[in-house]
């Protein structure tokens, strides 16, 4: 008897295709718009469009509407449903092929030396995204990685949406902690640094050493003017959406130091 013929995965019959792996590769450093991948990539926007709605349609890319110009949309790569859709690869080839997930990986050996890797958030205000960003980024390394977070209008201080979401989920206290203007690290030298605001993307001035630049379109949540019980919610998922990303980021300082 013949032997029942078995498709490739899903992620292997969308990742597999030239464009999109490149499309893939590309959001991986960091959320893009459309242009800025038709520019990456060397190819017509028509053509960019229909393969990253192949992505979207299959759940590995996402897009979120800019903050800063509304008549643009960032794209973002899916982590943890790549993370899913490998593991489901693996064990379609073989079942020892499973990936342990990002949460249970613990701090990576590559990240424990000196000088440490030394990381900026920036974001207009410094009052939510950045600021939780060092937080978790610190938390989750252990403090291996020195984080620092600025931005270019600093609020007076830290949004309370942000202080509550991060005592009360991740046991962090920043309620000391003040904003600060990324003019005062001037000279200052860090190996990436990494937006959370489309506007601060486009504003955050270039500092010294080149570090790597990547950008997150995190929506921001100090904006939601809800009671205090609902905008405490908009936190928890902003904060979530944060916490991916930082987990995520641990192994890309590791490969990469």
């Not at 859709?85 to 590559?110: N, S």
Request: with cysteine; glycine share 8%; hydrophobic share 40%.
């Amino acid at each position: 008897m013949a032997m029942p013929t078995r498709t490739p995965p899903a992620f292997v019959r969308l990742a597999a295709h030239p464009l999109r792996w490149r499309l893939l590769t590309e959001l991986a450093a960091g959320d893009h718009r459309v242009r800025d991948l038709v520019a990456l990539v060397g190819e017509p926007q028509s053509l960019v469009s229909y393969h990253l709605r192949l992505l979207r349609d299959g759940g590995l890319v996402s897009a979120t509407r800019s903050s800063f110009d509304g008549r643009d949309s960032y794209y973002r790569l899916n982590l943890d449903n790549c993370a899913a859709a490998l593991a489901d690869t693996g064990a379609a080839l073989h079942p020892a092929l499973g990936r342990e997930p990002a949460a249970a990986r613990g701090v990576p050996a590559t990240l424990r030396r000196s000088p440490p890797i030394e990381v900026l958030f920036v974001c207009t205000g410094n009052s939510a995204r950045s600021p939780v960003a060092e937080a978790l980024l610190r938390h989750h390394s252990q403090g291996v990685v020195a984080a620092t977070s600025a931005g270019g209008r600093p609020r007076p201080r830290l949004h309370p949406g942000a202080v509550r979401t991060l005592r009360d989920a991740y046991g962090i206290d920043i309620a000391g902690q003040r904003p600060r203007h990324w003019d005062s690290l001037a000279g200052r030298r860090f190996d990436y640094v990494i937006s959370l605001c489309d506007k601060a993307r486009e504003s955050c001035p270039d500092l010294p050493g080149r570090p790597r630049r990547l950008h997150w379109s995190v929506p921001d949540p100090a904006t939601s003017d809800a009671p205090e019980a609902a905008d405490d919610l908009v936190f928890q998922r902003v904060t979530a959406d944060i916490d991916g990303r930082v987990r995520n980021l641990l192994p890309v300082l590791a490969a990469n130091p």
